[in-house]
């Protein structure tokens, strides 16, 4: 992040009450996320405290306030990867090519492919587990969607809020600072 952008997210601080007087960066969590990531507590350098705006989002389950148009995370527990992958793939491959023209497409799964293989030993489904692994190519592919393994419900909430500014501070310039921050 750089110094424009770092004093953006900081801005200055007056004697006001410590809660009152930190920045905030808003992330919107779709209103039907059933276990929302929690980004409680995290430290990010340049952001003291992240908002879950909880709402309907046309889709993917994670977004940016004011970028809902550009910005989609979809998040997968490797439970719901292994339904989305074995019945849920026509739904899913829908909110796909509804993202399409959305600038930022990630797919962020809980788990790692070595864990996800144990999960496919575990339910008898070795022999699907290299057709598994080629949708998710192909999805990447067709979609342009960003395919990223973190290990844990508290990894993935830490790489989409890392993320998120991430994506926010490259186009910082493009939206006003207002709209996404308070005071």
Not at 25 to 32: A, V
Not at 50 to 59: C, G, Q, S
Not at 79 to 91: A, I, P, V, W
Request: charged share 30%.
């Amino acid at each position: 992040m750089d110094k424009k952008t770092e004093s953006q997210l900081t801005k200055s601080r007056e004697p006001q009450s410590q809660e009152s007087s930190q920045p905030l960066f808003k992330i919107i969590c779709d209103s039907r996320e059933q276990l929302p990531l929690s980004f409680e507590g995290l430290k990010i350098r340049g952001v003291p405290r992240i908002e879950t705006i909880r709402r309907k989002l046309d889709v993917g389950d994670y977004s940016i306030e004011g970028q809902e148009d550009s910005v989609f995370i979809e998040r997968k527990s490797v439970n719901d990867l292994y339904g989305t992958l074995f019945q849920g793939r026509e739904r899913f491959e829908k909110e796909l090519e509804r993202a399409k023209n959305h600038q930022h497409r990630y797919l962020v799964i809980e788990s790692t492919p070595f864990g996800f293989a144990s999960y496919m030993e575990y339910h008898r489904n070795m022999m699907q587990f290299n057709s598994a692994f080629s949708s998710l190519m192909i999805w990447a592919e067709r979609y342009g969607l960003k395919v990223r393994w973190c290990k844990t419900p508290a990894g993935a909430a830490d790489y989409v809020a890392r993320l998120a500014i991430k994506i926010y501070s490259e186009d910082a310039a493009a939206i006003p600072i207002g709209s996404l921050l308070t005071a």
